[in-house]
């Protein structure tokens, strides 16, 4: 054997159990060792990288936020930076509880509603981000709101409606179908 195949062999020797040592504690080496350092490293490599992908989602969050909310079209939107309505069209259409039909709000016109189609209600907060929809896009509500305001009526779209409607009530005849208002 020659002199130079003896000290790779030595030299093997001692790295093999150097790295047994510090790597192993001790233990003798196992054919799935490196495969185990391998998935280990994997890990450690994973975790470092779903942290880093938090933190930039993170800051992305914190980026929006800072910047608020995003502004319609540009245009229309107050002090805040909230956008502000431009008319009742800027609610969807929706069901009129006290009609029992569908209301159309940028027509201001109500009409029987399509089957199998669900519609919030009129007075729903959460039918447009901004709320529920005013008394002024309602057709039979809307002809009496300054009555209503000199008359000192103030509450929700449905309470002002409800009560326009007892001051205009009106008797109709069964058999003729002739309206007269009522005399209280």
């Known amino acids: ?9 030595v030299v093997s020797t001692q790295s093999k159990q150097w790295y047994q040592r510090r790597v192993h504690g001790g233990l003798p080496e196992s054919p799935n060792s490196f495969r185990f350092i ?44 909230f956008p502000t309505p431009s008319g009742c069209c800027d609610w969807p ?6 009609t029992q ?7 201001m016109a109500w009409s029987q ?15 447009s981000p901004f709320g529920a929809l005013p008394l002024q896009c309602f057709p039979d509500a809307a002809p009496h709101m300054e009555e209503a305001e000199e008359l000192g009526i103030t509450g929700t779209a449905k ?14 005849h069964p058999k003729t179908g002739i309206c007269r208002p009522d005399e209280d």
């Open 38 to 81: 391998q998935t280990q490293l994997i890990k450690s490599t994973m975790s470092s990288l779903s942290v880093c992908v938090l933190f930039v989602c993170v800051q992305f969050a914190v980026s929006q936020v800072s910047r608020g909310p995003p502004r319609a079209g540009g245009s229309g939107a107050d002090d805040d930076g």
């Open 101 to 107: 039909l569908c209301l159309d709000t940028c027509l």
């Open 113 to 127: 509603c399509p089957k199998k189609l669900f519609l919030m209600t009129c007075y729903s907060e959460y039918m």
């Open 1 to 9: 054997v020659s002199t130079q195949s003896t000290w790779k062999a």
């Open 93 to 98: 259409s929706c069901f009129d509880e006290r």
């Open 159 to 172: 309470e002002v409606r409800l009560a326009v409607h007892k001051l205009n009530g009106k008797h109709c």
